[in-house]
């Protein structure tokens, strides 16, 4: 199979060369299996509740701007991000979406905010009243998100003193109260108690907030989690980053059936080692043949992304699981091969993702890593390219 890459918006501005893009070791993106899992997620959702789609990170490592613009088209309302940067890439993309910006901005942020046209989340009276001086003094409102702190305790007005903060901030003038939001602690695991309590505490604050005259146009509470397993909180919009890169939040959540992981990671077979019983592999050989084997080196390392683990996890090649021997380097792993004697330099190999009937999910590696799924997508570097498998062709 050839590779025709589509390189990432950031090395557009490098002289592009054959050599640059042939990197034999690249995360795939297929916008087909994106674009499946967005409609599958609409058709779920009630036709009521607008869908926002979180875009972090590079759209947790898929690139921000093709997954955001897929999500638009797919009947997605708004789009996330978390930096300023990151709200500036998509808007030179030309994405005139809605854009919330997550998170507590610095003073220092509001210029680009304004211009940007971004839609912040206000989780201050102190960020309010700065936010207010500036529409003011442009004699045009700036649309903003009140924040409030259900116990989440990172981010947010505190429900608690939402009596004191509603008539300060209803007060001011040169903002325009586009939604209220909140974020939960826990809404992919089994017990919903505290998840059910965050929601009880945030209708409180709608009510008081609505009872005072003010308005909101959007109530948002739901992470994919949050979507997935308490309709009851779904309000009038959904944030959903992880599940619409087909990866759930947890194994106890509920599941939508044909959603698929949209992001793989693969790499070509570099180079091939024979080895004599007693040879070692690797720094500090960690791992010893008792066979005559066959190793093959792959060209990923935890310099992208990989665990660095040692004689554990697997890859697979010509449709088959084998295993990591030796440790993980900053550019290169190696696998045994012995029992596929078919398999020479060139053949493909699949770190994450699907090949014949044998799949690595972001689960697995997320153990490995002992971490979370999240942490393995965002975990791929920019080092590897990005490639994309068009929706309509299938062709990359
Ligand atoms: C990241 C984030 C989300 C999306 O969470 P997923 O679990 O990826 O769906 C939603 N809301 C806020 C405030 C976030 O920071």
Redesign the pocket.
Known sequence: MTHARTPESESESVPSTPSLSSRPAWVEVDLGILAANFRLIRADLPAAVQL?Y?V?DEA?GMGAVRAGQLALREGASHL?V?TLEEGAALRAAGIRAPILI??ERVPEEIAGVLELELIP?VSSLEMARRFSEAGVSRRRPVAVHVKVNTGMNR?GLPWREVDTWTPAFLELGGIEIGGM?S?FAQ??EEDKTFARLQRQRFEDCLRVWKAAGGRVPLAHL????G?LDLPEAHFDLV??????GGVY?SSVCRRIPGIQPALSVHARVIAIQQLEPGDTVGYGMRWRADRASRIAVLPVGYGDGFPRVRNQGSALIAGRRVPLVGGVAMDALTVDITDLPEVVVGAEAVLMGRQGDEEITAQELARLKQSVT?DVLVGWRRRLPRVYREAETGRV
């Open positions: 926002l979180v972090k947790y996330a978390y997550l998170g989340c981010f939001l974020h809404s992919d739901c992470n994919s989690g979507y944030r959903v980053g992880l599940l619409a939040p999240y």
